[in-house]
């Protein structure tokens, strides 16, 4: 269903090919998520919120259809657009530092076995030194995507900077 829904706007919208091809990947990735949050952020009675279904993964595709992939040109945005769509609907549910770096990682593996990218190479102008330390929850809050930049003119969906 889902990936009928993103292949449809995706046409719609007329993607570049790059972009198009991701389709499947984020959609693979998007479950790995899902599944690994069902069976790993149980709920408990401090943590009664974590509880995920089905409109959660459909948020995150969701997401991924409103923002403007038109206009991208290089598939490590669309996996960053991705990152913050899984970040939205799941990172800020989480708790604890503990949940947000389980999630961290999960992402960092996603975006290796799926997207054949490297987290931290697509992330890294999230970073604030030159140390070159993996990114981690300062530098995932600062990954946005918005429509609110420019709030005078036309509004898109795209990456902050």
């Known amino acids: 269903i889902f ?8 046409e719609k919208n007329q993607v570049p090919t790059n972009i198009k091809g991701q389709q499947a990947n984020a959609i693979q990735a998007t479950m ?19 509880l ?9 595709v969701m997401g991924m259809c409103m923002a403007n992939t038109f206009i991208m040109t290089e598939p490590a945005q669309f ?13 800020d549910r989480l708790t604890d530092d503990r949940d947000r770096l389980w999630l961290i990682e999960l992402l960092r593996e996603r975006v290796k076995t799926r997207f ?10 999230l970073q604030t ?7 981690g929850i300062p530098q995932a ?9 420019f709030p005078d003119s036309k509004r898109t969906y795209e990456e902050m900077k």
């Open 52 to 60: 995920f279904n089905l409109r959660d993964f459909g948020r995150v």
């Open 32 to 50: 790995d998520i899902y599944e690994s949050a069902l069976q790993s952020l149980l709920p408990t009675p401090s943590k009664s919120h974590y």
């Open 3 to 10: 990936s009928s829904i993103m292949k449809h706007v995706f």
């Open 79 to 91: 996996v960053r657009l991705w990152c913050h769509e899984v970040m939205r609907v799941f990172y």
């Open 116 to 125: 054949g990218q490297d987290f931290d190479k697509i992330c890294e102008h």
């Open 129 to 135: 030194d030159e140390n070159g330390d993996p990114i």
């Open 141 to 149: 809050r600062r990954l946005l995507f918005g429509d609110f930049e």
